[in-house]
């Protein structure tokens, strides 16, 4: 299993700047695309970011060229540096990873989610 270790949220006022961390732990062998998702009161989870191994990323239109998704594969982090927040950033944010499991056997792709770190922005 891999365990997904979120950290960085809070309340700031708009127009601040946050930086959620993900930390991956456990057993696998690599770990492929890693993502932040957020989930506002009453809506879906959506995405806001996705880097690939190789450090390709992918935005939302609505957070672009204010969020950056970064990685350390080193340290098996992902990063998310929000910047400009805006209130309609305000939600529960969640860490994604696919990863290549292994536990003595190769288990598979599966797709891991943290338990979700809260962001408000206040107006």
């Known amino acids: 299993q891999v365990q997904l270790a979120e950290s960085g949220g809070g309340l700031v006022q708009a127009g601040g700047s946050l930086r959620l961390s993900c930390a991956a732990s456990g057993s696998f062998l690599t770990i492929n695309t890693m993502g932040w998702y957020r989930q506002a009161p009453g809506n879906q989870r959506e995405l806001v970011a996705t880097?690939?191994?190789?450090?390709?990323?992918n935005y939302t239109d609505s957070v672009k060229g204010r969020f950056t998704i970064s990685r350390d594969n080193a340290k098996n982090t992902a990063y998310l540096q929000m910047n400009s927040l805006k209130p309609e950033d305000t939600a529960v944010y969640y860490c994604?990873?696919?990863?290549?499991?292994?536990?003595?056997?190769?288990?598979?792709?599966?797709?891991?989610w943290g338990q979700g770190t809260r962001v408000t922005v206040s107006s």
């Open positions: 880097i690939t191994s190789g450090g390709t990323t």
């Open positions: 994604n990873c696919n990863a290549e499991a292994y536990n003595g056997r190769y288990l598979g792709k599966y797709d891991y």
